[in-house]
């Protein structure tokens, strides 16, 4: 009899787990999925060959291939790394778009700059424009997706359901909460150029070059401050991990 009963229990149980989510664990919800969240403590991101392609900004058809070259990349190390956290997964959807339009992720995007990530939809947008001609051959517009494609990882992981439910209500005080969204996100941005960077035939020079460039352009009110934008993306970067990127729990000064 011993032997019998384990096999009828895995035959009850088996049914009814979809593939792939076998050894997947409840996403956590409330304040732990902010401060004790499982992509703290799954180790670094997977490195990985990532080699990125010629991109001229004007052409939106090469600034297209690239961003869904390095789409791919993000989509294989975070669908890893989740793997590795015991947390189920999917990909986001994406859309690039090369004037504000309306998109499918976040409906009308009139006087949209930049990137953008709707958590209802699990969707981000990037747009292409003129705006970026300025950062042309730096690695700024992999760092956006990647930092938009951060907060996906957060929405999957439980972060962004926890951080709204959380908010405070004064604005004053949601500005600051908020910031500490923005900062994980650029963590785990900088986490994943790290795992890639090799590949990319990019040196340290490049490196500091996008530092400057969010430190001096990237600060908001709602996002943080630009030194603190790039303090961040660089923590991540020099880790090449979310472990790191426990922004609930850093001091009030870090995440200003
Ligand atoms: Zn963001």
Redesign the pocket.
Known sequence: MRKIIPLLVAGLVAPLLAPGTVHARPVPTGLSALTKNPIYTSGKLPVRSCPEYSVTIEDFLTAQNYLREGAECLDATWTSFFKKAKLPFRKPGMEFISKPTKTRACGNMDGFWGGA?CHDTQGLVVLVDGWMLEYEGTPFLFYVLA??YG?HVQQRAGIIKAHYKLMPKSTKAAYKWHARL?LQ?DCLSGAFLRSIWASTGRDSHDWQQLLTYIKEDMGDPT?GGGKSRAAWTDRGFKAGSPSVCNTYKAPASQVA
């Open positions: 990530y930092h938009e907060h923005e996100a996002h």
